[in-house]
Nanobody
Framework: QVRLVEFGGGLVQAGGSLRLSCTAS????????MGWFRQPPGKEREFVAA????????YYTDSVKGRFTISRDNAKKWVYLQMNSLKPEDTAVYFC?????????????????WGQGTQVAVSS
């Protein structure tokens, strides 16, 4: 069983940056593709970014391309989301998730392990 815990959320002004971190315990971390999702207030959870098992392949939703960067450290069992040029519409609870696959996974239902989420609020 993989347990995921997110860190790094908070309140930031528009244009600012935050770095989300997610640590994994249990399982073999490199067996999993990792992803970040978010759930804005009153909306459904949505895909943000994903990374394959080695970190060599990534994918982003269009609204964050060029602003967010996903990365991972398999030795330490961490996955990160660097968020720059934040906008008020980035306000959401952000979730780290693991999918049992080697390739990049974009589909929410393919993720089997989830963190509890961390709140990101961007003020205008």
């Amino acid at each position: 069983q993989v347990r995921l815990v997110e860190f790094g959320g908070g309140l930031v002004q528009a244009g600012g940056s935050l770095r989300l971190s997610c640590t994994a315990s249990g399982g073999t971390f490199s067996d999993y593709a990792m992803g970040w999702f978010r759930q804005p207030p009153g909306k459904e959870r949505e895909f943000v970014a994903a990374i394959n098992w080695s970190g060599g392949d990534t994918y982003y939703t269009d609204s964050v391309k060029g602003r967010f960067t996903i990365s991972r450290d398999n030795a330490k069992k961490w996955v990160y989301l660097q968020m720059n040029s934040l906008k008020p519409e980035d306000t959401a609870v952000y979730f780290c998730a693991a999918a049992y696959a080697k390739w990049v996974v974009r589909i929410l239902d393919s993720y089997v392990h989830w963190g509890q989420g961390t709140q990101v609020a961007v003020s205008s």
